[in-house]
């Protein structure tokens, strides 16, 4: 017999379920078994002086243990979970489980330690299957505009971008770096020709930070297209990709996600409204008297992060903002810059959290060896210059953390919750 999923169960029909001991109540002469699989659940009613064999499985079983029942689906309207039950006829063990040394009020570092065991609880699955429609929808939205997707290489001869912040590691003979994102590849491909690039993969940073937000290794979301005009395509193109990503989660999550998570799913209104740094600044302190030094107003700090959130609803009315004209000591080498020196870029905040770094690149190549020598950056970028002897279009692109992404439409504590694995400073397992 095939297995029935518990969504899709039928009353009167004889089917098989397959699941975890999701809780039990063992009474007199009754037992209450929840068995979970990945959609759903449901209630095996065991009565005893009926079926004293299944009742003596479930009462040497623990939760968590894994079962295949055979039986009947019933209408029981006293039974909260669907008002419906499951007779069981037939009960196989497929694996006794060991008391959990874990719950629901663990701390969150413990349960990490036990991660498989966390995702069990609870509506943690659903984070996963959210996350997998983020990543579907912006998949569906760049295939639709002539994008190709490409795997580029995480074992790379030299640093991403500069010099700190990566892992190092033993290639045979020589030394080598985990990428700390796939720019220079991503560029490479405007060089070949592609056009219209885009990757989901691991991004690895060897960043000794203990935040909320930060990761050693997460998936990374990145996109370049050539022929734009200005860093104004670069954001036209995220602004209408979140949009149509946050209407898809809506239209398939969106009454789950109020329910399990209280949260609602906003889809933004277009455009996203668009301040330079300095102008943020200056509404920062004019309205919430928050000042910083001259020195830190060529970026964007934490505090001013958060900040901005605000500022953007009560502007606005609106949860996204791009922020422009940053400091060019504050920015990549390869960001274009105009005749005054300011870098063609942006950082996208999002519910106080910078979710996106982006930018038209350089794609002279007089002008961006001088920006790299200029950034003490000369002979660890040899390789990535030589793309752009040989002709390149005007081109730009993003970056998106999706398991960021995922902590904010969640409004998760942590993107520890928002990861299947989570790596930072002090973890290496599971």
């Excluded at 330079?276 to 000042?291: G, N, S």
Aim: charged share 30%.
């Amino acid at each position: 017999m095939e297995r029935t999923y518990i969504d899709e169960l039928k009353c009167g029909e004889i089917q098989k379920i397959q699941g975890f001991v999701d809780a039990k109540r063992d009474q007199k002469t009754i037992q209450f078994i929840i068995i979970r699989d990945t959609t759903g659940k449901v209630q095996v009613t065991v009565f005893k002086p009926e079926r004293p064999e299944i009742a003596e499985i479930f009462s040497n079983l623990n939760v968590n243990s894994v079962v295949t029942i055979e039986g009947q689906v019933v209408e029981n309207a006293s039974v909260k979970l669907g008002g419906r039950e499951f007779i069981p006829e037939s009960v196989k063990v497929e694996s006794y489980a060991e008391v959990s040394p874990i719950d629901e009020h663990t701390a969150i570092d413990m349960r990490l330690d036990y991660r498989w065991l966390d995702l069990r609880e609870g509506n943690k699955d659903l984070i996963f299957k959210i996350q997998t429609c983020c990543t579907n929808a912006l998949r569906e939205f760049l295939l639709q505009r002539r994008f190709v997707e490409i795997h580029t290489p995480k074992i790379i001869a030299t640093a991403s971008e500069s010099g700190s912040d990566v892992f190092e590691l033993k290639y045979f003979d020589k030394r080598a770096y985990l990428a700390q994102s796939p720019q220079f590849y991503k560029q490479m491909a405007m060089c070949a020709g592609l056009e219209r690039i885009f990757e989901c993969a691991p991004v690895f940073r060897a960043e000794q930070s203990y935040t909320s937000r930060h990761a050693t290794e997460f998936t990374g979301f990145d996109i370049e297209f050539s022929y734009i005009d200005s860093f104004e395509d670069v954001m036209k193109l995220e602004e209408e990709l979140l949009t149509y990503m946050l209407t898809k989660v809506k239209e398939q999550y969106g009454d789950i996600i109020a329910k399990e998570f209280g949260k609602e799913v906003i889809v933004p209104t277009l455009p996203f409204p668009r301040m330079k740094l300095a102008d943020v600044y200056k509404e920062l302190e004019e309205r919430y008297d928050f000042v910083v030094d001259d020195i830190e107003k060529g970026d964007l700090t934490t505090e001013a992060e958060k900040l901005v959130y605000k500022l953007a609803q009560e502007k606005y009315n609106h949860e996204f903002m791009f922020i422009t004209d940053y400091d060019a000591k504050k920015r990549a080498f390869y960001h274009m810059r105009n005749a005054e020196g300011v870098p063609q870029g942006y950082d996208l905040i999002w519910r106080g959290v910078e979710i996106t770094t982006g930018a038209q690149r350089e794609h002279r190549y007089d002008v961006l060896k001088a920006q790299a020598e200029e950034k003490g950056l000369k002979k660890d970028v040899e390789f990535y210059l030589e793309f752009f002897k040989y002709g390149c279009p005007p081109h730009g692109g993003f970056g998106i953390g999706l398991d960021r992404i995922t902590m904010l439409l969640l409004e998760l504590p942590s993107i520890k919750e928002a990861m299947f694995i989570f790596r930072g400073p002090n973890r290496l397992l599971p």
